[in-house]
């Protein structure tokens, strides 16, 4: 491998890690750190397996598909996944993860240094501005981002976790307030939504690989598994860190803490007031980026599922404009509107990314349209589950794995295996 190949999926895996760290990936950690204890290696493990795993999984899953992620989906029937891509791209855009991104930069980066000073209006107004100057193209996202934002970012954390490594705030808990720390951390991993966004961001991926002038299949597949390996270590180290950072101020503080106060206050106790402006530094970073590239992502996918009738430029600053006026609620808010949607598409999207990487051998459509029914329905009921009312779906969190964060594992694979017995000329009895 030359020079310059090593040179861009450097760039590329480093704008992938910044367009997956954001606002989710900053603060859940340390506050699974304070949930777990002594087990806090587990939380992160499982958050990491969640998160980062399946993101990695996301991305080589749409390689075969040129990045297009309306192409994967019809694989489950052409309706239900536009149905299932628009979610995503809802979910991962305009609906919730980019409007997190400004909220949380407000909470953590400009409050605690400015105060009430910046009105919060006239900060997501800027926020988005410059995201929408910097998405506007999208081949150009991945260099300005993995070129010049992310060795910033990365430079940033590495000094907040490394001086508390070097400096630990306190001993850790022996005891965990959670019983089930693997399961609280596949929970939370999930709210971080980088397992959707892989679907979605692999389309902006790809668009660089190929301005780079890497056109062929296996040069494709080369580059995008480096970028790929590169983002994952990247987000496990940092995800560890921080996780440990969590731990060490865990006999300080209980689960009622908010995960942004939890962070401001590490770093202000391991850096000082000085600890408060590089935070900001960090989170305007961590959020930006993943502004830009969910920006960029979503207006690709719509472009292509509308055969170019919406503009991709056009998409992009819809998008921002939604978003400044959703990031306006709330980080707290934002969470807790989230969790419910991301239990009903998340299992569902993963089942298409498993599915994918074995789709040369996999002929038959209603294999992924069994599957990703079977997935809907085990979540459409574990939703249910969660209310007073209803209290009668209360026997699917008695499936396997359930303890886990898995009970729709099983079903999807009875799933599976029932569609692998209807041929494909047939319409399933689901339709």
């Known amino acids: 491998m ?33 949930l777990s204890g002594v087990q806090w290696w587990i939380a992160f493990v499982a958050f990491f397996i969640a998160d980062g795993g399946l993101a990695l999984l996301g991305v080589i899953a749409m390689i075969k598909y040129d990045g ?38 407000y909470e953590i980066g400009i409050l605690p240094n400015f105060g ?5 209006w006239i900060f997501s107004i800027i926020f988005f501005a410059i995201v929408i100057f910097l998405s506007i193209k999208p081949s150009k996202v991945v260099d300005i981002v993995g070129s010049y934002l992310t060795p910033a970012l990365l430079i940033a954390l590495a000094v907040l976790i490394i001086k508390g490594i070097i400096s630990p705030l306190g001993e850790i808990r022996q005891n965990s307030l959670i019983e089930a720390p693997f399961a609280e951390g596949i929970s939370q991993g999930y709210q971080t939504m980088d397992a959707l ?15 780079k002038g890497y056109k062929t299949n296996e040069e494709k597949f080369k580059m995008t598994i480096g970028a790929g ?90 998008v921002c404009v939604f978003s400044a006026i ?9 969470i807790q509107v989230a969790a419910p949607i991301l239990s009903l598409v998340y299992p569902a999207t993963v089942t298409m990314i ?12 209603n294999v992924y349209k069994f599957g990703v029914y079977f997935a809907l329905i085990v979540s459409i009921l574990s939703i249910i589950s969660g209310y007073s009312w209803g209290s009668w779906a ?32 047939m319409k399933p009895v689901t339709e």
């Open 229 to 318: 390996v590169v983002a994952s270590i990247g987000l496990a180290l940092v995800y560890g860190g921080l996780a440990y950072l969590g731990a060490t101020v865990s006999n300080q503080y209980g689960a009622e803490v908010q995960q942004t106060a939890l962070v401001v206050a590490i770093t202000n106790a391991l850096l000082g007031s000085g600890g408060k402006m590089l935070l900001g530094l960090i989170v305007a970073l961590a959020c930006l980026t993943t502004a830009i590239g969910l920006s960029s992502a979503a207006g690709n996918y719509f472009s292509d599922l509308s055969k170019g009738k919406l503009k991709y430029e056009h998409v992009v600053i819809v």
């Open 354 to 365: 498993i599915l994918s990487l074995f789709t040369d051998k996999i002929k038959n459509d």
């Open 68 to 105: 297009k992620a309306d192409e994967m989906l019809a694989r489950c029937g052409k309706k239900l996944g536009a149905i299932i891509g628009t979610a995503i791209v809802l979910c991962i855009g305009p609906g919730i993860a980019i409007p997190r991104t400004a909220a949380t930069t």
């Open 394 to 425: 209360g026997f699917i969190n008695k499936l396997p794995l359930t303890s886990l964060g898995f009970n729709w594992v099983v079903p999807v694979i009875i799933g599976c295996l029932l569609g692998a017995f209807v041929p494909s000329s």
């Open 326 to 334: 959703v990031s306006n609620f709330g980080v707290s808010t934002i």
């Open 197 to 211: 966004a892989a679907v979605i961001f692999a389309s902006v991926i790809i668009i660089s690989i190929i301005a």
């Open 2 to 34: 030359g020079g310059k190949q090593v040179k861009d999926m450097v760039i590329v895996g480093f704008a992938l890690f910044a367009m997956f760290f954001g606002a989710g990936n900053l603060i859940f950690p340390p506050y699974l750190g304070v």
């Open 116 to 120: 009430q000073n910046i009105n919060p």
